[in-house]
């Protein structure tokens, strides 16, 4: 069998690191957390909300570090999301973690109840494509892809006119890399509400498990956490989401614990490439490959919507509507 240097450990500090969706949410409370911890970041997103704005200002000086920056990113654009590394290169000399972050959950303009062609529905009927899968699929399949490209042959960077850098070298075992997707309890428990989002993130549970041995070999880990209800915009700006909730029963996960959990998958040295780690309401486990006994459902473990039933009679009431399904 050959033989496999050990992956050296692994800190964020003085590392650079690029998040999409970092405009607000789980992803800006991970881009804060790894300029705390000395780590520059590349911000990507369609726009930024006004607290990664002071962030970034607050870390754009290129005097200091950790340093900020920002992108404007259509993650559902390949152009863009090579435009997104070019600018890391070019910005920081390179970089060393990813986190493809940006995500949507199931809304009305690309929901499975409302099919293409219905009012609500942003997929065209001759579209081709789910813009949901595209955000939440494609993009960190794109994005992962890209990255590995970098790092192992990194001759664009060093078509960049700056000075070379540990970033910009090829990955090795000695020279470790990080990739962290966002998966979710919805990869783990089937949510007839959100069948989209839950093939999404059952999707990148398994993407990641796949991507387990590229640790060992090249020193590229890639691991994911599956957070459960987060106190993000996505669930408190969406009352057609927000109706599943009994928010004094269910628990929120705070973005805080997720962006926590995040740098444990790529710091901790037992977190192996192709670990998924599940968050709940104040715990965090390891999700076992096989035979796991699932996800903490009792009231208040903030991993699932005790309302969900609300959210399933919306359904029903598509299923009958023909000005919804008469034009699938």
């Avoid at 549970?205 to 796949?210: A, E, I, L, S």
Wanted: hydrophobic share 40%.
């Amino acid at each position: 069998m050959e033989s496999q240097t050990p992956t050296v450990p692994f800190s964020v500090s003085g590392k650079t690191a690029i998040v999409t969706g970092a405009g607000s949410g789980i992803n800006l409370a991970f881009t804060a957390l790894l300029l705390s911890r000395g780590c520059n970041v590349l911000l990507a997103d369609i726009s930024l909300r006004p607290q990664a704005e002071v962030l970034i200002s607050n870390h754009q000086d290129h005097a200091s570090t950790p340093r900020a920056a920002f992108v404007k990113t259509d993650v559902t654009s390949w152009p863009d999301l090579r435009r997104m590394f070019d600018t890391a290169v070019a910005e920081f000399g390179g970089f060393d973690i990813v986190c493809p972050g940006a995500g949507v959950y199931e809304p009305h303009w690309c929901n499975f109840w409302h099919p293409p062609g219905s009012e609500e529905s942003g997929d065209g009927v001759e579209g081709g494509r789910y813009k949901l899968l595209d955000v939440n699929v494609t993009h960190p399949i794109r994005t992962t892809q890209l990255a590995l490209s970098y790092w192992l042959h990194p001759r664009r960077q060093q078509q960049q006119e700056v000075s070379p850098t540990p970033s910009a070298t090829k990955a090795s075992p000695a020279n470790p890399k990080r990739v962290i997707h966002i998966s979710s309890i919805a990869g783990q428990l089937p949510a007839f509400r959100a069948p989209l989002y839950g093939a999404s993130k059952f999707a990148i549970t398994g993407f990641v498990r796949c991507l387990g041995p590229l640790e060992p070999k090249l020193g590229v880990r890639v691991n994911a956490v599956a957070p459960g209800l987060v106190r993000t915009p996505m669930w408190t700006e969406h009352p057609e989401t927000l109706v599943n909730l009994n928010q004094e029963q269910d628990g929120w996960v705070t973005p805080q614990e997720v962006a926590d959990a995040m740098l444990a998958c790529v710091e901790k040295a037992s977190l192996v490439g192709g670990t998924v780690l599940e968050v709940g309401k104040g715990r965090t486990r390891e999700v076992g490959v096989l035979n796991d006994p699932g996800p903490d459902t009792s009231p208040g473990a903030g991993t699932v919507a005790s309302r969900a039933e609300e959210g399933e009679r919306m359904v029903w009431e598509w299923l009958e509507d023909g000005n919804i399904w008469g034009v699938a």
